[in-house]
C-alpha cells in the first residue's frame, strides 16, 4: 500500500526521502512522487512506476525539508496526475496522504461550488485545496490543518508542507500508521520504521487524532479529539538496519522461508523453559486474571494470518478445551453476533496495520471483552489498540507472500494454547519438547529446497491446482494454495480431503495436479484413500508425506517427505515445504516474487 516518507533538518533532504521510499517499496506502489521545499519555494516531480524511475527525473536539490510518497492505487488509475504529492492551485500547499478520505465526493462538490478545479481523480486532492480554503481565512497553515482535517471521514496518515510556512513540517494520523524518527537536530517521518532505521532508532508513533508540528529543532503534538497538546513518548527501535535487506538472496521471498528456524527460535526464546515445563508469555502478564475466565476465543485476521489462525484454532482447542471460531476480519466487523464478557478478540496480524483487522477489533472495543493480539510489527496500530498480545519477534518481512511470519504466528499461537491449558493435557509436555527441536527440523525442510525445485519446475506450466489436507493439514492446505496463487498466478484452491467426493473431484483430470498434504496422522489413510481417488482419474499427485511412509511413493508422482514431528507442529514444516513450493514455481514461471501484480504487502484500506 502506500507509503510516506518526509525530512526536516540540517542535510539534504531528497536523498534521505528517496532511500525511505526504496526502503517502503515492498509495501506495493505503482508511483511515487516528491516535494521539496527550497528559498520558500515548493517543487514537485512525480513519476509513474518504479521510485528508480523518479530517481531519474528529480533534479538535485538543497533543499532540507521534503515530503515523498509511493501510490497503490485505489480512487484513479496510476498516473502521473493522480501521483501523490497532490498540491493547492497556486503550488503553495502540497501534501502525501495514505488511506481513504470516504467523504472526498462531498468535499470536492462543497470546494468546486467555491471555485477549486479538480486536476485528478483522486480522494486525496480533496486535502491539498481544503486546506487552502481555510488558510485563506485564518493566514495560518495550522490552523487551516486542523479545520481541514475535521472536515475529513475515513482514514489518513498526511505530510504537509506549505511555502507560507517553509520550515515547518506537519503530519496527523487516524486510522493509518506514522511513525517519526527523532534523531540529531532533524526529524524523519515514515508509514513504517523500516524507512527510516538506517538513520536513528529513537521513534515516536502517532496516535488517532494525533497532529504533528515539527521544525528543525522542535516537535509538538496537538490531540484534535482532545484538542490538547500531548507530550510524545519517545522509544526505542528493536530492528537492525540489515534485517531489512536482501543479503545475498535473489529475493526477500526465499531469504524470509530460510528464516524459518530462527523465527521458530525467536519466538520461542525466553518463553519456553523446557527444564523446568514453563510457558512464558510477559505479554499476558496483565491479563492472567481476565484470561482464567474465558469460556470462547474469536480469532479475526486477513489472508495467511487468517489461515496461522485455523492452525490456532485446533491448537487452543485440543489443548486448552476452549471453544474457538476464526473469522475472516473483512466479514466479522459486519456481522451482528451475540458476545458473552468470556469471549476473547484475538487478532492475527503481520503487519499490525491491516484495516479490517483493525476495524474488527474496533467493533467490539466497547463490548468490555477482552481484546488480544499476535503481531509482528513493533509498535504498529494493533500491537497498541489491544488489551495484551504476543509478539512474533520475526523481524521485518518484506516480501508480499508473508512466509515467516506464518511461521512465527502459528509458533506462538502454539506457546498461547499451551498457555491457556496451563499444563492441564497429556500433550502439553511432548508439545513443549518437540517445539525445541523444532527448529532443526526446519533447517531440514529447507535443505530440500533443490528437490522442491526440480518439482515445481516439472509443475510451473500448470494452469491449476489443487492443495489438500486433514485436520491440521487442512489449513495448511488453504494457506499452500493462496501462496501458489499470489506468487505464481496459478489458479490454486485448498480443500479439505474429505470434501474431494462433496464437488472438487469433477475437476479432477491428467491437466489438474493436486498437492496432497498426507503427513502422519490417525486420519492419513483417508487421505491416502483421496489421493487413489485422483490417481483413478488420472490427475497428477505431489505428496507431502512423512519420511518412512513408503506406500505413498507407489500411489505419488513426486513425493517430498518432512521430518516426523507431533501433528500440532506438522504445519509448521509443511508450511516451509509448500512456500519453498510456490517460490521455486513463481522464478520457474518468471514472475517479480516478491512483489506481485495487484497485491500490496500491508493493506490499510477496506
Ligand atoms: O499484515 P497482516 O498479517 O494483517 O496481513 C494479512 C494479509 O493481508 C496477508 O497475510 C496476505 O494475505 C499475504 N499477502 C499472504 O501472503
Same mark, same amino acid.
Given at each position: 500500500m502506500c507509503g510516506i516518507v518526509g525530512f526536516i533538518g540540517e542535510r539534504p533532504a531528497t536523498p534521505i526521502v528517496m532511500q525511505g521510499l526504496q526502503a517502503l517499496e515492498y509495501r506495493g506502489y505503482d508511483s511515487a512522487g516528491v516535494s521539496t521545499v527550497t528559498d520558500g519555494r515548493i517543487t514537485t516531480t512525480r513519476q509513474v512506476g518504479q521510485v528508480a524511475d523518479l530517481s531519474k527525473i528529480l533534479e538535485d536539490s538543497s533543499a532540507m525539508l521534503a515530503i515523498g510518497h509511493t501510490r497503490w492505487a485505489t480512487h484513479g488509475a496510476p498516473s502521473i496526475t493522480n501521483a501523490h504529492p497532490h498540491s493547492s492551485a497556486d503550488g503553495s500547499i502540497a501534501i502525501v496522504h495514505n488511506g481513504i478520505i470516504e467523504n472526498h465526493e462531498q468535499l470536492r462538490t462543497k470546494l468546486q461550488q467555491a471555485g477549486y478545479e479538480f486536476k485528478s481523480e483522486t480522494d486525496t486532492e480533496v486535502i491539498p485545496h481544503l486546506i487552502d480554503y481555510y488558510?485563506? %481565512?485564518?493566514?495560518?497553515?495550522?490552523?487551516?490543518f486542523h479545520t481541514a482535517l475535521r472536515d475529513l471521514r475515513g482514514a489518513y496518515a498526511i505530510a504537509v508542507?506549505?511555502?507560507h510556512e517553509p520550515d515547518t513540517l506537519y503530519a496527523a494520523r487516524l486510522s493509518s500508521p506514522l511513525v517519526i524518527g527523532v534523531g540529531d537536530n532533524e526529524y524523519i517521518?515514515?508509514? #513504517? /520504521?523500516?524507512?527510516?532505521? %538506517?538513520?536513528?532508532?529513537?521513534?515516536?508513533y502517532l496516535n488517532d487524532f494525533d497532529v504533528a508540528r515539527i521544525t528543525t529543532g522542535d516537535l509538538a503534538v496537538t490531540n484534535l479529539e482532545s484538542d490538547s497538546p500531548t507530550i510524545p513518548e519517545v522509544e526505542l527501535l528493536d530492528l537492525e538496519s540489515e534485517d531489512a535487506q536482501k543479503g545475498h538472496y535473489e529475493h526477500f521471498m526465499i531469504k524470509e522461508i530460510n528464516e524459518a528456524p530462527q523465527t521458530i527460535q525467536s519466538a520461542i526464546r525466553g518463553r519456553v523453559l523446557a527444564n523446568e515445563g514453563i510457558v512464558k508469555l510477559g505479554g499476558l502478564d496483565n491479563v492472567v486474571a481476565q484470561l482464567r475466565y474465558i469460556d470462547r476465543i474469536v480469532i479475526v485476521a486477513c489472508g495467511t494470518s487468517f489461515y496461522a489462525g485455523l492452525?490456532?484454532?485446533?491448537?487452543?482447542?485440543?489443548?486448552?478445551g476452549i471453544p474457538v471460531e476464526v473469522q475472516q476480519a473483512s466479514e466479522f466487523k459486519y456481522r451482528s453476533e451475540p458476545?458473552?464478557?468470556?469471549t476473547a478478540i484475538l487478532a492475527v496480524s503481520q503487519s499490525g496495520e491491516t484495516a479490517d483487522t483493525i476495524a474488527a477489533l474496533d467493533k467490539v472495543k466497547d463490548y468490555g471483552v477482552l481484546r488480544l493480539g499476535i503481531v509482528n510489527a513493533p509498535g504498529s496500530t494493533i500491537a497498541r489498540m489491544t488489551d495484551a498480545g504476543v509478539y512474533c519477534h520475526a523481524g521485518p518481512e518484506q516480501a508480499v507472500a508473508s512466509t515467516k511470519a506464518f511461521i512465527a504466528q502459528v509458533t506462538v499461537l502454539a506457546l498461547i494454547a499451551l498457555h491457556l491449558s496451563n499444563g492441564s493435557t497429556k500433550d502439553y509436555k511432548p508439545l513443549l519438547k518437540e517445539l525445541v527441536s523444532l527448529p532443526d527440523k526446519a533447517a531440514a525442510v529447507l535443505a530440500l529446497s533443490d528437490q522442491i525445485k526440480v518439482i515445481a519446475e516439472k509443475y510451473a506450466p500448470a494452469r491449476d491446482f489443487l492443495f489438500i489436507g486433514r485436520h491440521y493439514g487442512y489449513p495448511c492446505a488453504l494457506e499452500g494454495a493462496l501462496k501458489l496463487k499470489e506468487v505464481s498466478y496459478i489458479h490454486a484452491e485448498g480443500y479439505a480431503a474429505g470434501e474431494m467426493k462433496h464437488g472438487p473431484l469433477a475437476m479432477i483430470d491428467e491437466n489438474f495436479p493436486t498437492f496432497a498434504i498426507a503427513t502422519d496422522s490417525p486420519l492419513l489413510e483417508k487421505t491416502m484413500s483421496n489421493i487413489q481417488e485422483i490417481r483413478a482419474r488420472s490427475g497428477p499427485v505431489i505428496a507431502l508425506a512423512t519420511e518412512g511412509n513408503e506406500a505413498i511413493a507407489q500411489l505419488a508422482d #513426486?513425493?517430498?517427505?518432512? /521430518?516426523p514431528t507431533l501433528e500440532q507442529t506438522q504445519p509448521l514444516l509443511i508450511s516451509i515445504a509448500t512456500q519453498l513450493f510456490a517460490y521455486h514455481v513463481a522464478v520457474a514461471r518468471g514472475f517479480n516474487v516478491d512483489r506481485p501484480r495487484n497485491l500490496a504487502k500491508s493493506v490499510t484500506v477496506e
Open positions: 488558510f485563506k %481565512q485564518t493566514k495560518s497553515i495550522e490552523s487551516a508542507v506549505s511555502s517521518l515514515a508509514s #513504517d /520504521p523500516t524507512a527510516l532505521i %538506517q538513520h536513528t532508532k529513537k521513534v515516536i492452525v490456532g484454532e485446533y491448537l487452543i482447542e485440543e489443548l486448552a458476545f458473552s464478557r468470556g #513426486d513425493v517430498i517427505y518432512l /521430518p
